[in-house]
């Protein structure tokens, strides 16, 4: 894949993001979410805001002097001012030397305390809901941002191949949790992406379920869903083990769960509608009898944020995928006080189809060790 240089892609974001502004007749765009921050200056702290002019001009990173060589490092192209009094302060000082007259805000990342301090400070006459578009924007990927999202999968897999030659009955769900994430640090992430799901047996059964005391056992299932993050894009797969074996049900529902997932990998390809990848993946675990066990959408979209667009899921919309897209493919089945199952890959659409990013194997003899 051909690299482009990092000062190309963000001047290219924010021409996006700028048309979009002026078309709406905003003078600028106050950016409170961290991650849009990151992905439209290149600056990774928190507790700062971002304006954005719509006109031409360089971003303006409202921050404080924690953060100030920081900024040089990771954002030299940006304006930076380190405020000496609120964020809400020296953002009003800003709109009044620069005349700004229509603040749009990101309704979704500003909280009612933050927007009734800044409309104390700038007026909330100024202050303008806005769809600034970044979630659309953010869901195509360029091809350095699925490199990074390649390299975080290549991350996670090398990590759980040593986590095969670790995991053995009577460890603790919490203990193969740690030695995941210590060695997925140890070979290069940033971090997780989010907090590592590993469930033995009946625990297998909640979706979201939190590591704790409860010990693996021979014979019995374990559930791991985990995921790295590399220069900040993350990656996410689940798979199940069985250690030494798998009860005669949940062989049965893990090869209807492995049908469902590439019954939905195969519908993947630009223009297919959101909701059509869902359901035949869906279908599978419809006919099989388990359809009151599956209770989540398909998939969503990974990047800067474990949860992006686009969602595959019965309540998706009119969406359509497009080329650029990564998206997880999750189909599961839970029964309760039994176990569960759940297989995910990571999926980027092409402009002719699709290329499935993870690729540890999956089928039902391999997950047995």
């Known amino acids: 894949m051909s690299k482009s240089k990092p000062t190309e892609t963000l001047d290219s974001r924010l021409r996006k993001l700028r048309g979009r502004l002026r078309d709406a007749g905003h003078d600028a765009l106050l ?77 979704g990342h500003l909280t009612l305390a933050q927007y009734d301090a800044i409309g104390k400070k700038v007026g909330k006459r100024r202050l303008q809901a806005f769809e600034d578009g970044l979630l659309e924007q953010r869901a195509v990927k360029t091809d350095d941002e699925v490199r990074l999202i390649r390299k975080a999968g290549k991350i996670q897999q090398e990590a759980f191949i040593e986590l095969l030659d670790f ?73 199940v083990i069985g250690l030494g074996g798998m009860k ?54 990974i990047g800067l944020d474990i949860h992006e667009a686009p969602r595959l899921s019965p309540l998706a919309g009119p969406g359509v995928l497009e080329p650029g897209h990564v998206v997880t493919v999750e189909p599961g089945i839970y029964l309760p006080g039994v176990g569960g199952v759940r297989i995910e890959d990571d999926v980027l659409v092409t402009a002719r189809g699709k290329q499935v990013l993870t690729d540890l194997p999956k089928s039902l003899e391999s997950a047995i060790i």
């Open 31 to 107: 950016v409170t979410n961290p991650v849009d921050t990151r992905y439209l200056t290149g600056f990774v702290g928190d507790d700062s805001w971002t304006l954005v002019p719509a006109k031409r001009g360089q971003p303006i990173v409202l921050s404080d002097n924690r953060f100030e060589e920081q900024i040089k490092q990771e954002a030299p192209h940006v304006k930076a001012v380190m405020r000496k009094q609120s964020l809400a302060d020296e953002l009003a000082k800003l709109a009044d030397r620069r005349n700004l007259q229509r603040i749009a805000v990101q309704c």
């Open 167 to 239: 995991i053995e009955p009577g460890q603790r769900e919490s203990e193969v949790a740690a030695f995941l994430e210590y060695r997925m640090r140890a070979l290069g992430a940033d971090g997780v992406s989010f907090p590592s799901i590993v469930a033995a047996d009946a625990n297998a059964a909640l979706p979201h379920a939190i590591p704790g005391n409860r010990k693996l056992k021979k014979g019995g299932i374990v559930l791991i869903d985990w995921g790295a993050k590399y220069k900040g894009y993350c990656s996410d797969m689940t798979r």
């Open 248 to 301: 005669p049900k949940m062989r049965e529902i893990y090869q209807v769960c492995l049908e469902s997932q590439l019954a939905g990998i195969d519908a993947i390809r630009p223009g297919v509608k959101l909701t059509d990848v869902d359901a035949a993946a869906r279908k599978v675990i419809d006919d099989a009898g388990y359809g009151d066990f599956f209770g989540h959408g398909l998939g969503h979209g």
